[in-house]
């Protein structure tokens, strides 16, 4: 854990760094937040995580608590006084502090801003991807409105327990049709039977994954073929090879669903070499 964190304006230290009890986040998960990858202490994927920031927000009316240079500025600082290199940030910007009701405050309030920053052990994580993770599956049972990054993860907590006790690192929300719709943390692909590559297209109620985003890109670049189009869980565990995406995850290779191999049950060179590629590129594009 990294020792210094911002909440509001000031750099304090961590384990003296509280948030209000009637902070809207707190009570009602009133908020929402992005994390970016650290590539030698810089942000990876600025401009998507910034967009992102900004949509998540401006659909909650939520203003932006500054303007995106300054948040670039508090980002960096941040990162500086921990001293992280490779890492993760995790930023929550919350409606404000108000007397409880649900309905937003009357008197407009300021947003609150917190900011952590922790270190990442990227030799373990090169050892976990080139093993691959399991994942497991559950039903889809979320709101409307995925697409929004919003604090209120509880169905997102409760699948990913549910995925450890499994043995797992994570889970697949299915849809009503049997379809993948994307990780409790992380978005979904696989490399189809005819080496098609395919994600679930944002039309559905997904999150609009940063890193799904520099993906599709870093993939057409490479000469893949890929389609925004929906799969099965009986798809994913016939294709050649499965994988997920995000921010923490970056591209890690999926190995077992539910139990079963995917494929031969080993890590295939699409997801490594994709994986290489991603973060050839974050590492070169991030500020
Ligand atoms: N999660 N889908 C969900 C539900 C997510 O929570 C995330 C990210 C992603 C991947 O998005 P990105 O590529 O922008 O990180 C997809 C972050 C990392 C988290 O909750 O910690």
Same mark, same amino acid.
């Given at each position: 854990m990294s020792r210094i964190a911002y909440v509001n304006g000031r750099f304090t230290r961590r384990a003296e760094a509280f948030v209000h009890i009637e902070d809207r986040g707190y009570q009602l998960a009133d908020g929402v937040y992005e994390v970016w990858a650290l590539f030698d202490g810089k942000l990876a994927d600025p401009e998507g995580h910034f967009a992102r920031l900004e949509r998540s927000l401006s659909e909650l009316r939520?203003?932006?608590?500054?303007s995106r240079e300054a948040l670039t500025m508090v980002l960096r600082e941040a990162v500086r006084r921990n001293g992280v290199r490779e890492g993760l940030l995790y930023l929550q910007v919350t409606r404000g502090v108000a007397? /409880?009701?649900?309905?937003?405050?009357?008197?407009p309030v300021p947003p609150a801003v917190v900011i952590t920053v922790n270190r990442v052990d990227r030799a373990a994580d090169e050892a976990r991807a080139a093993q691959g993770v399991a994942v497991t599956t559950t039903p889809e049972?979320?709101?409307? /409105?995925?697409d929004i990054k919003t604090v209120g993860l509880l169905s997102n907590v409760l699948a990913k327990q549910a995925a450890r006790e499994a043995g797992a690192v994570e889970a697949w929300y299915v849809d009503e049709l049997g379809l993948v719709t994307e990780g409790a943390s992380s978005n979904a692909w696989i490399v189809d039977a005819d080496g098609v590559l395919r994600t679930r297209d944002t039309q559905a109620n997904i999150l609009r994954g940063v890193t799904r985003l520099s993906l599709l890109e870093v993939a057409q670049e490479a000469g893949f073929e890929v389609q925004q189009r929906p799969f099965s869980v009986a798809e994913a565990k016939a294709a050649r090879e499965a994988f997920i995406t995000g921010a923490g995850s970056l591209v890690l290779p999926v190995v077992k669903i539910d139990g079963d191999?995917?494929?031969?049950g080993r890590v295939g060179p699409v997801a490594s070499r994709l994986r290489r590629l991603y973060i050839e590129r974050a590492r070169a594009t991030a500020i």
């Open positions: 939520i203003p932006m608590p500054m007397p /409880r009701m649900h309905a937003f405050p009357q008197n049972n979320r709101w409307g /409105r995925c191999p995917v494929a031969d």
